[in-house]
């Protein structure tokens, strides 16, 4: 499906916007934890450097079994950097965040529908009907 990256950008603009957006591979950990029915979407991300880091692939197949487990859409992204820029630093401390895993819950509001989400959706479900169970996408420059 051609604009996936160019979705998952407006995903992830709009949900920090909206304030449903969780970075941080123990914080998304602990969100899945306490309430997996409310995560929408799950974000991998690594880069070359980090395919050595075998902590953090542990992390990774627990986190996509999980999401597996409980039907939560997920996807990889091999550029942190470009995410980085997308979602910028916490804005608590304004310190880097950590980025290699990123949640979108559902906010508290009725009837939010995100179109970027439900293309993100399909092109999810198109990608599981090859085998893709974790497709990876480029984000846009």
Partial sequence: ????????????????????????????????????????????????????????QIHFTLIQAFCCENDIDIVRVNDVAKLAAIVGPS?????PRDLHCILITNPNEEGWKDPALEKLNLFCEESRNVNDWVPTITLPE
């Fill in 1 to 56: 499906m051609q604009g996936a990256g160019t979705a998952l950008h407006e995903l992830l603009v709009s949900a920090q916007r909206r304030g449903c957006l969780t970075a941080g591979v123990y914080e998304s950990a602990k969100l899945m934890n306490v309430d997996p029915d409310n995560v929408a979407f799950c974000v991998l991300a690594a880069d070359r450097e980090d395919e050595g880091d075998i902590a953090l």
């Fill in 91 to 95: 804005e608590d401390s304004g310190e």
